[in-house]
Structures are given as structure tokens and as C-alpha cells.
């Protein structure tokens, strides 16, 4: 049973808009979120992460969202670039040791 | 460091074959994962050791996988025999076990059983 769940399986933006990529989890002992990117035939790679404690943690374009009561975050991309296009795995832990992965969104963004 | 170094980047065989794939972690961590990649599932863990000692395996499919740490430099993970079922891209990542970026993953092996 998938603990980590990405919805939508893919997203497609005009390039300079906003992207915004969901992800809900079920397990509430999770106490970590991370988003990774990843490239065809590529890694996945470490992006943006966030502590339950805090709301919102913000890098450069990148900004996630967490909202514990609703065991729900997101991604914002903000402007879109066409190098940000890839797959963005979300992933959780209850520790730093074990990650759960979703099923990963595919972005592609439009010149 | 080169990161972690996965072999071979690519393995096609045929069903009832043994296929054993590898894994250099980055040096000095010691915390080591293997993962599966589907469309359906996206990325399963597998088995994941500590200072090479398996911690959990709960992951791991069927008795036909296994996987092993003999030192903190090298990991294998084996399926015999393999199926089409198991053709998928088998990630193996490493970790110090501190901070809040996760892992570092390989490159990974794309297996396809015919």
C-alpha cells in the first residue's frame, strides 16, 4: 500500500508560469518531505525538502508547501523553465534513514 | 567522488536467467538502498543496510531476489530466476544517514527479462 501518493501522472506549463505539483501521504508519522528530480536516464536527484515542523521552505524558483492537517504538499515552480522539465518524485520519512516515494509527475514545460 | 557507480547500465535476458546487478556507494556512507522503478508503482525500496548489515528486506518481491553487502564499497542485488515481470530500472542510492538531503542515486540499471 502506496504511503506516498502523486496524483497526477503528468503536468504540462507554458514556459514563465507557475507549476505546481500535489502529493498526499497517509502516514502521519512521516516527519520529513523531500522532492527529487529526475532526468531520463538519470538518477533521481535531491531538489527541495521540509521538516513537519515548518509550513513552507522556499529556494530560489522553488517553493514547497506543507499542510500537515491534510497530509497534503506541494511543489511550486515559479517561473517555469524548459530545463525544468522532468519527472519530480515526492518522497517522506520517519526518519532520515527510509524514504517513501510516489509514483512520480511528469512536467513538461512549453516554450 | 564519482558518485555512486551502478553496473550495468542496461541488462537484457532472457527468462529462468540469473542477473546480478552492482553498486559503488559513495565512500564513507553507510547507509545503502536499492530500488525499483515502475510506471505504476514509481520508485519501491527494496532492502536498504546499514554499515552493511541488511536492516530491512520487507520490500524485497519474492524469494527469487536477494541482495548482499560483503564491504562498505560494493552491494549486489540478485534475481534468479528472473521473470518479464521484473523488467524494470533498478536504482541503488547511498546515504550518511544526516542532514536533510536524502540520498545520493545511481544512474541505474534498466533490466528487461524477454
Known amino acids: 500500500d502506496q504511503q506516498v501518493k502523486q496524483n497526477s501522472p503528468s503536468l504540462s506549463v507554458q514556459e514563465g508560469r507557475i507549476s505546481i505539483l500535489n502529493c498526499d501521504y497517509t502516514?502521519?508519522?512521516?516527519?520529513?518531505f523531500l522532492w527529487y528530480k529526475k532526468y531520463p536516464a538519470e538518477g533521481p536527484t535531491f531538489l527541495i525538502s521540509i521538516s513537519s515542523i515548518k509550513d513552507k521552505n522556499e529556494d530560489g524558483r522553488f517553493t514547497v508547501f506543507l499542510n500537515k492537517s491534510a497530509k497534503h504538499l506541494s511543489l511550486h515552480i515559479v517561473p517555469s523553465q524548459p530545463g525544468d522539465s522532468a519527472v519530480y518524485f515526492c518522497a517522506a520519512s520517519e526518519n532520515d534513514y527510509k524514504l517513501s516515494f510516489g509514483a512520480g509527475t511528469t512536467v513538461t514545460v512549453r516554450a | 567522488d564519482a558518485g555512486v557507480i551502478q553496473s550495468p547500465r542496461h541488462e537484457v535476458t532472457e527468462m529462468g536467467q540469473e542477473v546480478t546487478l552492482r553498486c559503488k556507494p559513495i565512500s564513507g556512507h553507510d547507509y545503502l538502498f536499492w530500488y525499483r522503478q515502475t510506471m505504476m508503482r514509481g520508485l519501491e525500496l527494496l532492502i536498504y543496510?546499514?554499515?552493511?548489515?541488511?536492516?530491512?528486506d520487507s520490500g524485497m518481491p519474492e524469494d527469487r531476489f536477494s541482495a548482499k553487502m560483503p564491504n562498505a564499497s560494493f552491494s549486489t542485488l540478485k534475481i534468479q530466476p528472473s521473470e518479464p515481470r521484473d523488467s524494470a530500472v533498478y536504482f541503488c542510492?547511498?546515504?550518511?544517514?544526516?542532514?536533510?538531503?536524502?540520498?545520493?542515486f545511481g544512474s541505474g540499471t534498466r533490466l528487461t527479462v524477454v
Open positions: 543496510f546499514n554499515n552493511n548489515v541488511p536492516i530491512d
Open positions: 542510492a547511498s546515504s550518511d544517514g544526516q542532514g536533510s538531503h536524502g540520498y545520493t
Open positions: 502516514n502521519s508519522m512521516f516527519d520529513y
